[in-house]
């Protein structure tokens, strides 16, 4: 599951997860500088929390919630200082 956020209102970022379940490899990138790389093989959790402070001036705290479906697949959701701003669905 790949997707790109722009976040901020005065002061744009770019944040980018990209997750690969069947090779286990998470990225996450703001303003294309990687700030998050794992791999994992095995004993995937069902619920996963990545938490990013995001900004300069405007200070945003980006929370990214990965849930597992329990054949194949994954749902992500994002919020914004504790605000759900979009949820993803997929593979």
Do not use: W
Not at 48 to 56: M, R
């Amino acid at each position: 599951m790949k997707f790109k956020l722009a976040v901020g209102a005065r002061e744009r970022n770019l944040v980018e997860y990209a997750f690969n379940q069947l090779l286990g490899q998470l990225c996450i990138r703001v303003n294309e500088r990687e700030v998050k790389n794992s791999v994992r093989l095995f004993d995937e959790p069902l619920t996963e929390t990545h938490t990013l402070q995001v900004g300069k001036t405007e200070r945003l705290t980006v929370r990214i919630e990965k849930e597992r479906k329990l054949l194949f697949g994954q749902r992500c959701r994002v919020f914004l200082n504790d605000r759900l701003y979009k949820c993803y669905e997929g593979i």
